[in-house]
């Protein structure tokens, strides 16, 4: 699949020979959701990613949360989840929106509380590049 557009540079971290398959699934999900218009690994440069206007929208809005909530350490993102999904009693008042955006974004990618899943989507959410032209994104696996 050729994209239109020229990819981001990849972290150095990653040597970019395989495709990973927890990403692959994140990835068809976000596709189903309508956040991702196509993707494709490229062996050598990684994942291509073009966004949607909507999931770009989401990741905006996730891109803070993750920041804020510190959500890119494995264990905050699986017990702020729990929270957000298993929670019985109401939220802090400040928290409400933030536990609902969260919530519903897991329901749109059909996602739960599952560690390695939860962390490899928060590892495409983060790099999903905001306010750049073009929508294209090459990410390393978790």
Same mark, same amino acid.
Request: glycine fraction near 6%.
């Given at each position: 699949?050729?994209?239109?557009?020229?990819?981001?540079?990849?972290?150095?971290?990653?040597?970019?020979?395989?495709p990973d398959p927890?990403? $692959?699934?994140? +990835?068809?999900?976000?596709?189903?959701?309508?956040?991702?218009?196509?993707?494709?690994?490229?062996?050598?440069?990684?994942?291509?990613?073009?966004?949607?206007?909507?999931?770009e929208q989401r990741?905006?809005?996730?891109?803070?949360?993750?920041? $804020?909530?510190?959500?890119?350490?494995?264990?905050?993102?699986?017990?702020?989840?729990?929270?957000?999904?298993?929670?019985?009693?109401?939220?802090?008042?400040?928290?409400?929106?933030?536990?609902?955006?969260?919530?519903?974004?897991?329901?749109? +990618?059909?996602?739960?509380?599952?560690?390695? *899943?939860?962390?490899?989507?928060?590892?495409?959410? *983060?790099?999903?590049?905001?306010?750049?032209?073009?929508?294209?994104?090459?990410? *390393?696996?978790?």
């Open positions: 699949m050729e994209l239109p557009y020229a990819p981001y540079a990849a972290g150095p971290e990653y040597d970019e020979t395989e927890m990403i $692959d699934c994140v +990835l068809a999900k976000c596709r189903r959701a309508g956040w991702v218009k196509e993707y494709a690994f490229r062996k050598g440069q990684g994942y291509v990613i073009q966004w949607s206007a909507e999931g990741s905006i809005l996730l891109q803070s949360m993750i920041r $804020d909530k510190e959500l890119t350490c494995r264990t905050k993102a699986k017990h702020f989840t729990r929270h957000t999904l298993g929670s019985h009693h109401a939220p802090e008042h400040h928290e409400y929106e933030i536990t609902r955006m969260w919530r519903s974004c897991l329901q749109e +990618l059909g996602m739960g509380n599952e560690e390695n *899943s939860l962390a490899a989507m928060i590892s495409i959410v *983060s790099r999903c590049p905001i306010g750049k032209q073009p929508s294209v994104r090459i990410i *390393s696996p978790v």
